[in-house]
């Protein structure tokens, strides 16, 4: 994902995408959940498990005394490039968490969803007539050029979104629907 809008149109079409799949269920929003379904943690975890093999390792070396002062040094290198990384990938989560509370926000103050005020949400009456606009006229109908049949299709395969196309396409749709 390239831009903070790409983000927002891809979280926005997910949440109304989950809230309508639920409707008129209320469910909460997991930002987690969320995330985890755009970024990729692997690399994360990965340098965590890292961090703590040469943290122990160093350690256990230190203590067995045989951690001679370029051994310290070069550990004490790889370890700050791993805690750099390791901080680098945590403001981007907290950024990807921003992204989403703000898209939930949004949402929420223009109409499109509703919080139950114990962080439970529901698709609005808007939300769900937005849903179901047709491009062409505006008609209410469940017919294959609305909203929420586009947006499926685009969310049935999580591969298509690396491609600035679809993150494109799906806040041109998005801007249709919050434009009315």
Do not use: C
């Amino acid at each position: 994902m390239s831009t903070t809008l790409d983000q927002f149109g891809l979280y926005a079409a997910t949440i109304l995408n989950n809230l309508y799949d639920v409707i008129p269920v209320r469910s909460a929003i997991s930002i987690g959940g969320l995330i985890k379904e755009y970024v990729e943690f692997e690399a994360f975890w990965t340098l965590q498990r890292e961090e703590s093999t040469l943290t122990s390792l160093s350690e256990l070396l230190e203590k067995a005394g045989v951690m001679d002062e370029p051994r310290r040094i070069k550990a004490k290198e790889r370890l700050q490039k791993i805690q750099d990384e390791i901080r680098t990938q945590r403001n981007e989560i907290k950024k990807q968490e921003e992204i989403v509370e703000g898209t939930i926000h949004f949402l929420e103050a223009e109409g499109y969803i509703r919080n139950d005020g114990e962080d439970r949400f529901q698709l609005s009456e808007k939300g769900f007539v937005h849903l179901h606009k047709e491009f062409k006229d505006s008609n209410i109908s469940d017919t294959h050029g609305t909203l929420i049949s586009i947006i499926k299709d685009k969310l049935s395969d999580p591969g298509r979104f690396g491609g600035a196309l679809t993150s494109g396409l799906l806040i041109n749709i998005l801007t249709k629907v919050f434009g009315g």
